[in-house]
């Protein structure tokens, strides 16, 4: 099973990427899938988790500004990135953990990067001043 995280690039303050997460071997069907984001010599950060009912979790410093998806007949999570800041700037990975945890669980323990089985290879989002 490979994981491909796409959708990055160059943008402008201010302007808007939709980075794209899909499985080959497998579903992300009906899985917990999170997008992560890490500067070099900094910590992977939680940016955004769809669970199994595709209820959604944010970290602080995007919500209002980011969105998660799931399509379903596409087989594909989704990150809608809007209003980006320097700040964004980062390698973004998508992460999935292929257990069952219930809502109550997912929303204290998504950002923990050991909750995942399987990351794509990121995608770089660099967003200009």
């Known amino acids: 099973v490979q994981l491909q995280a796409s959708g990055g690039g160059l943008v402008q303050t201010g302007g808007s990427l939709r980075l794209s997460c899909a499985a080959s071997?497998?579903?992300?069907?009906?899985?917990?899938v999170t997008w992560f984001r890490q500067v070099s010599g900094t910590e992977r950060e939680g940016v955004a988790c769809?669970?199994?009912?595709?209820?959604?979790y944010y970290g602080d410093s995007v919500k209002g500004r980011f969105t998660i998806s799931r399509d379903r007949a596409s087989h594909t999570v989704y990150l809608q990135m809007n209003s980006l800041t320097p700040e964004d700037t980062a390698v973004y990975y998508c992460?999935?953990?292929?257990?069952?945890?219930?809502?109550?669980?997912?929303?204290?323990?998504?950002?923990?990067?050991?909750?995942?089985?399987?990351w794509g290879q990121g995608t770089l989002v660099t967003v200009s001043s």
């Open positions: 769809i669970s199994s009912s595709d209820n959604t």
């Open positions: 071997g497998r579903t992300l069907d009906p899985y917990i």
């Open positions: 992460a999935v953990d292929w257990d069952y945890r219930p809502d109550s669980v997912v929303g204290r323990t998504w950002p923990n990067i050991i909750e995942y089985d399987h």
